[in-house]
């Protein structure tokens, strides 16, 4: 099963990019289909805690925030993220929470998705495992 229009990919269209979107496209579908082919809350507790190990060899992409006409605040954000839209209800919380502990740090959400309690949920327990807060992007 294809989880691909569960992810936000902003590269631009160079081949080595291109590559590398789908290999991790393919690695982000087989994480998914091992949270929903998880069989209880012992098999995930052995998930192992990557907690920022690749972080910095993720590619990021400029984020500028506007504070008003005078200031902005400049950071970096990853261009690879969980995108959380059309995600099944009931296994959202699981698969961000698999996410973030496997190493993604950019959570893509919105009030429109109807889901904002399942990600919040996911968030939550991959704070509580030892994900710092402010690793994580949310859009």
């Known amino acids: 099963k294809n989880h691909s229009n569960l992810l936000q990919l902003q590269l631009t269209k160079t081949k080595s990019q291109s590559k590398m979107a789908e290999q ?4 982000v579908d087989e994480t998914i289909d091992y949270v929903n082919k998880s069989g209880g809350d ?14 910095k060899d993720q590619t990021f992409t400029k984020l500028v925030t506007k504070i008003d006409d005078k ?39 919105a009030a429109i998705y109807q889901n904002e309690k399942e990600v919040g949920a996911g968030i939550k327990a991959a704070l509580a495992a030892g994900i710092k807060r ?5 859009t």
Do not use: C
């Open 71 to 109: 200031k902005s605040n400049e950071g970096q954000i990853p261009l690879l993220g969980l995108g959380t839209w059309l995600s099944k209800p009931g296994k959202v919380a699981a698969a961000v929470e698999h996410a973030l502990k496997i190493g993604y740090r950019h959570i893509d959400a």
């Open 42 to 55: 012992e098999e995930k507790k052995e998930v192992e805690l990557l907690s920022a190990v690749g972080y």
């Open 24 to 27: 991790l496209i393919k690695k």
């Open 134 to 138: 402010e690793d994580i992007f949310i």
